[in-house]
């Protein structure tokens, strides 16, 4: 396995039935930095193995304005390998694993995958990992899982899934603790937290949603899916990186350097004191501006 790669700048992450033509044509429209082309949950059993066989064609057609492609596999064996025997091809960024158990689970399909990958001429370890974290029983294992394997690119707590299995409902109150955790396994691993404080399915509230979106990123959340095109702008606008914050970073950054070789540690700029943990924050930010499709 080869070192873990760069991590993606994703924003927002867009859900899209691969066996719903209509919503895979206009996929590439709708401005999302990824689109996930799901095999799990929003296909029915009986056509596990039409969406298998739709992948390829919907790859090609979702990825057309410069958007990656995450496919989300099913959670048992035997849906997950033949769902990895489909979904791994040239032009897949990443794989989405629902419901993941420990770290083993992790290693294991990572397994497959390579042999995968080498059987269709894939860069062996390129293909990425998005963990769901969606059971109680998988909350103890945290870091392990986000530091199990260097596939692993974002780990989420999955929050309807969650609160069902907790007996609560999908609110802030219930998954706060929870998303916290996964935001700081996140972290120390260096992979990106996926996740919101808001109501995932809502498109009905997009003020609502965008509250959601803001405290989310304040709590330092990197990147979120959504179900509906109505999400991808306000995910952009609230997980990306202005041009005017792009800015101030680098000004922030330019005002401390110059502290620094006058033998200073901290500095005053626009009527605040900045030192060195505010200097990373703005060098993060900066690491976090998109370059413009081409």
Known sequence: MSARLP??????????????????AKAHTRGADAIILD???????????????????????????????????????????PDIAAAVMPG???????????PEHIRLLSEVVAAREAQVGVPVGSTRFLALVETPDA?????AIATADPR?????????????????MPTPDTLYVFAMLGVAASRAAGILPMGAMGKFADFSDLVGYRKGLKRGRALGFAC???????????????????????DRARRLIVAFEEALAKGQGAAAFEGAMIDLPIVERARRLLMRVRKPTA
């Open 39 to 81: 095999l799990e949950d929003s296909i029915s059993p009986p056509e596990k193995e039409t969406a298998r066989r739709a992948l390829a064609a919907a790859r090609a057609t979702v990825s057309q304005a410069g958007a990656d492609v995450v496919v989300r596999i099913n959670r048992p064996l035997e849906l997950a390998v």
């Open 7 to 24: 991590l993606p700048t994703w924003r927002s992450l867009m859900f899209v039935p691969v066996t719903a033509e209509k919503f895979v």
């Open 139 to 143: 909350l103890p294992h945290l870091h």
């Open 224 to 246: 979120t899916s959504c179900i509906h095109p109505l999400h991808v702008p306000i995910i952009n606008e609230e997980y990306g990186v202005s041009d005017a914050d792009a």
């Open 92 to 102: 897949v960024s990443a794989l989405m694993i629902p419901k993941v158990m420990g």
């Open 152 to 168: 692993m690119a974002s780990l989420s707590i999955g929050s309807e899934d969650m609160s069902t299995e907790l007996g609560g």
